[in-house]
């Protein structure tokens, strides 16, 4: 059923790219119920949606390009809603029970615009982060709706509890849908300003034992920032599974660069340091 329900919401996002804001996909019977109804409908739909469209924006931020889709996409929602407070005016458990079908096939279809635009966690982040990258990734029209149907599961999971650790699922996605380079290139975007700052704080270490006079400064930085780049990939990929994790970063560790070296001679030293300090208290009476 769930399966159902997500492949319907792709379809009606896809469908919505050719298909104008203003028109209205209904069924017979609630054609039969706005005919019956204009005025009255037409009159609740014009407040409705545009107050739940301006909520929407106001909480997300939706991007002026994905404007229209999402007014397609609450307007239709809101009609069905008005037909079935006048279908059903007489049966709340009625109502409700068709609403909540409705809010779910709807709520997909808007998540297919909100999940790759904003950073409120509605699906995991990092799947939301590779559909905002698409265009980055060069991700086909297969990559992309495999990682959108995948996300949307995961933001009905994570509605039901927000509690819900994804990572590792999250990971798995990835490593099967994306190519080396791709996956390459998503974790460089993802983690730049990480290991950036992780490199700062490398050559101020440096800088401060005053070795750095011994580097390249562009080749070298190039190769440390490169393998920091691929320990926080590693890090990342494995995040839940030790042994794996140990193994690749175990194997990256036999071709560190300079620059990694250097600190590691730094960070051995302090060590010894410390430790020849530890044993002097010692013996001090």
């Not at 104008?20 to 996909?25: G, I, S």
């Not at 290139?185 to 101020?204: H, I, P, Q």
């Not at 194997?251 to 430790?275: H, Q, Y």
Request: charged share 35%; proline share 1%.
């Amino acid at each position: 059923m769930m399966r159902k329900a997500v492949l319907l919401s792709i379809a009606l996002a896809m469908f919505c790219h050719t298909t104008k804001a203003e028109v209205l996909r209904c069924t017979i019977q609630e054609k039969e119920v706005y005919l019956a109804n204009k005025e009255l409908v037409d009159s609740m739909l014009d407040f409705r949606y545009r107050e739940e469209v301006a909520k929407i924006n106001h909480y997300f931020n939706v991007p002026e390009k994905d404007m229209a889709r999402l007014e397609f996409f609450v307007k239709n929602r809101e009609f069905k809603y008005i037909c079935q407070d006048i279908l059903y005016k007489d049966s709340l458990n009625r109502r409700v029970k068709n609403k909540i079908t409705i809010e779910r096939v709807f709520q997909d279809s808007i998540n297919t615009i909100l999940i790759p635009t904003c950073q409120h966690h509605i699906s995991g982040e990092n799947l939301s982060y590779a559909l905002r990258c698409r265009n980055m990734l060069d991700l086909d029209s297969a990559q992309y709706a495999y990682i959108m149907g995948k996300a949307l599961i995961m933001a009905r999971r994570i509605r039901n509890d927000y509690r819900v650790n994804l990572w590792n699922e999250e990971m798995e996605v990835l490593r099967k849908t994306l190519d080396k380079g791709q996956l390459w290139s998503f974790f460089r975007r993802k983690n730049y300003l990480k290991v950036l700052g992780e490199f700062d704080k490398a050559w101020d270490k440096l800088k401060e034992a005053e070795l750095t006079e011994q580097l390249d400064s562009a080749k070298d930085a190039k190769e440390a920032i490169k393998y920091m780049h691929s320990r926080q990939m590693i890090k990342d990929l494995y995040r839940g599974y030790g042994t794996s994790q140990k193994k690749y970063l175990a194997e990256l560790d036999k071709s560190k660069p300079k620059i990694m070296r250097m600190l590691d001679g730094i960070d051995k030293k302090a060590r010894v340091e410390e430790k020849r300090k530890t044993v002097g208290k010692e013996f001090v009476w």
